[in-house]
């Protein structure tokens, strides 16, 4: 408090001749000031000090006096749906009558009264302590007259062993109540309050009509017992009705029947029990009891609901229960999880309540348990991914090994050992030999393979494979493909050209083996001796394929015939471009051959003669003169004459007929002999002839007998 002032203030007053020591209660009142509250005091004893802040009022000063005289604020209780109900709030200062609480400078409250001394003490005006049923009148609180002034019922014992009262008091607008005429219904009915006896921190106002207002202020002014209402306090059977009031009296009927003691209801849930898995319907029995006491008047219906996990099936085959107290009745309560339900425990609950609100408001509940899933164990998912194209022998290639575990989420990890198989000798390198997945998990390794540089084209098989201790359901394998390119050739071809129109000469080209895909190139012809346009027709294709499973395709050029005489004429035809296959030979040389001189051999013949040797003449002939060399080979072949001992053999390779000139002859030697005997023959066969066509290969040498 504020002492300092209160000593210089005190010795203004004694200068200025006043005996203190005749004051026990002394206010200080100076100017208002910065200070933001209106009065202060000390709480009781003999000698008080107030102090007002400029504002010297009933409401300010009383207050503050009653603080001097031992009286603490005068509070409200506040509950939501009853005067007991199951939101409440202290109002601090809330009373909206006494002047000990909310700004109206109203008589103190019955209570205050009776801690003062002012009521039912001896000489003062009395308050009527009701335990009995009966009807209680009570006089204006602020009248003058000596009448009742309040009623005082016992409640309780409080955990203290303290009596608890209620106290009822009939407020009209006169004397000191003046200020309450226009203040909700507080003069319209009675006001009831709650204390604790000999403590001057429990008077609380209570609410009669609750809800009548959101703002607390409001709500309590509003908050006195009407004409006609009643009030029923379970603990006592107790009942409270405002029968009438008047100018000079309120009338209250005060009845105390059987006791009745609400209590929470039980609610328990039985069933279940094991653990099962996701999905599963379990059912289970909800069970109530009403444990009102026995003096409460007849059955109460219950209002029954359950509450399960979001998204779960549910049924409750009843939602009312009308129960006696003491009485219990059970009822199905059927619950299916979601099949996505998560291992674990899960609350399953069963409500209850009824028009009493949270006095009856409980609830029970059972744990339905999920279960893990059983642990399935699933094959892996193996993929070989990579490789795609056609590469040469020797070439490395890589490959990527994806393993998923596809065990249920319920299975422990798994350590799968992986393997490879390739081509036998074919180097290869697998980049992880195991991997450890849990259930949905994948990892990814390489594998790199390499074929042998002899590797003859073709598509060969790469292979992977997952196992694991587990056996069998973890053995899966997956497979892909190397592809090795065929060789790619193409053939010489050698056509005579003909004396007019043309002739095609058909070109191959060729793959060592069978396409895997297609073999693409592109193939066009080229001038050597032979020029395009007179000996043949130029052609240029692009974009050519050998489908996949065959091994070759064909080129055509056409080839012009003439009558010239000329040698063997060439020209070439190219492949370029060539994919998914290696060039093995990608020209080929097309020959065309003259046929426009003609090589001949005449017969001839001699007589044998008796002894010695003789030469047998034989000529090789060209119908024309060629522009070149034209080349032969020359051999002799019996008949009827023998060589050795008829004839010399004569063989000659690589002879020819100088270009410019049209013949050449050869020498066979004849043996001479008497042996009488018939005509013999042999043969001179010309072969390998290079420049000109064949018109007789064969001439036959006759030996003529002369013995």
Excluded at 153 to 160: M, N, R
Excluded at 486 to 495: C, F, H, N
Excluded at 552 to 571: K, L, P, R, Y
């Amino acid at each position: 408090m504020r002492t300092g002032e209160a000593i210089l203030a005190d010795a203004q007053a004694t200068q200025a001749g006043v005996n203190l020591a005749d004051y026990q209660r002394r206010v200080y009142i100076f100017p208002a000031n910065a200070c933001p509250w209106q009065g202060q005091g000390s709480l009781g004893g003999t000698k008080t000090q107030a102090w007002i802040n400029g504002l010297i009022t009933l409401q300010v000063v009383g207050h503050e006096l009653g603080h001097n005289y031992g009286l603490f604020l005068a509070n409200a209780y506040d509950c939501d749906t009853g005067v007991f109900g199951e939101r409440c709030n202290s109002i601090e200062y809330g009373d909206a009558a006494d002047l000990m609480g909310n700004g109206r400078a109203g008589q103190f409250s019955p209570f205050a009264k009776e801690l003062l001394g002012w009521l039912n003490d001896g000489v003062s005006p009395p308050i009527t302590t009701v335990t009995t049923s009966g009807r209680y009148s009570i006089e204006p609180y602020s009248a003058s007259s000596v009448g009742p002034k309040a009623l005082k019922i016992p409640l309780a014992t409080d955990g203290y062993g303290r009596k608890t009262w209620y106290y009822l008091e009939y407020r009209q607008p006169i004397g000191g109540d003046s200020v309450l005429g226009t203040t909700g219904n507080l003069t319209k009915g009675v006001m009831v309050r709650y204390a604790v006896q000999g403590d001057g921190g429990t008077g609380y106002q209570l609410d009669m009509s609750p809800g009548s207002s959101t703002n607390k202020f409001d709500e309590m002014a509003d908050g006195a017992l009407a004409v006609g209402q009643s009030y029923f306090e379970e603990s006592l059977g107790l009942t409270v009705t405002l029968a009438s009031t008047s100018s000079t009296e309120a009338t209250i009927d005060v009845l105390f029947g059987p006791t009745c003691l609400r209590a929470k209801p039980t609610v328990s849930v039985t069933g279940g029990g094991t653990a099962v898995t996701a999905g599963t319907t379990v059912a289970y029995t909800a069970t109530v009891t009403n444990r009102d006491s026995a003096g409460c008047a007849g059955a109460t219906t219950f209002d029954l609901w359950r509450q399960v996990p979001a998204d779960w099936a549910s049924t409750l085959d009843m939602t009312h229960m009308t129960l006696l107290p003491g009485a219990s009745a059970s009822v199905p309560l059927v619950v299916t999880s979601t099949m996505t339900a998560g291992p674990g425990n899960y609350n399953v609950f069963a409500s209850v309540t009824s028009p009493l609100g949270n006095r009856h408001a409980s609830n029970g509940g059972v744990i339905y348990t999920v279960a893990p899933p059983p642990c399935v164990r699933a094959a892996p998912t193996v993929s070989l991914s990579g490789g795609g194209t056609v590469v040469a022998p020797g070439t490395s290639v890589g490959y990527t090994l994806t393993v998923m575990n596809r065990d249920s989420s319920s299975c422990a990890a798994t350590n799968f050992a992986l393997a490879r198989s390739v081509p036998a000798g074919w180097p290869s390198a697998l980049g992880k030999t195991n991997m450890a997945l849990s259930p949905g998990a994948s990892d990814t390794t390489t594998i790199n393979v390499t074929s042998l540089a002899t590797a003859a084209g073709g598509s060969y098989g790469i292979g992977a494979a997952a196992s694991s201790a587990v056996g069998v359901p973890h053995s899966t394998s997956a497979a892909t493909t190397y592809v090795v390119a065929p060789k790619l050739y193409i053939a010489d071809v050698s056509i005579v050209e003909g004396n007019a129109g043309t002739k095609a000469a058909t070109f191959t080209v060729k793959l060592s083996s069978a396409a895997v895909v297609p073999v693409a190139f592109n193939i066009a012809t080229a001038n050597g001796m032979a020029a395009a346009g007179s000996d043949y027709t130029a052609r240029s294709l692009v974009a050519q394929s050998i489908p996949a499973g065959s091994t070759s395709a064909t080129f055509t050029v056409n080839i012009a015939g003439d009558i010239a005489v000329e040698a063997n004429e060439t020209f070439l035809v190219n492949v370029t471009g060539v994919k998914n296959a290696t060039v093995a030979d990608a020209q080929a040389v097309g020959t065309i051959r003259n046929d426009d001189t003609v090589l001949t051999i005449a017969d001839a013949s001699v007589a044998e003669g008796n002894s010695g040797t003789k030469l047998l003449s034989f000529t090789v002939k060209l119908s024309a003169v060629s522009a070149a060399p034209v080349t032969f080979n020359l051999a002799t072949a019996n008949k009827t004459a023998a060589a050795g001992s008829d004839y010399v053999a004569l063989t000659l390779a690589g002879q020819s007929i100088p270009a410019g000139t049209t013949g050449k002859v050869f020498n066979v030697t004849i043996r001479g002999d008497t042996v009488r005997e018939g005509n013999e023959t042999f043969a001179l066969n010309v072969g390998s002839v290079v420049g000109a066509t064949v018109g007789d290969a064969q001439a036959i040498g006759t030996l003529t007998n002369d013995d």
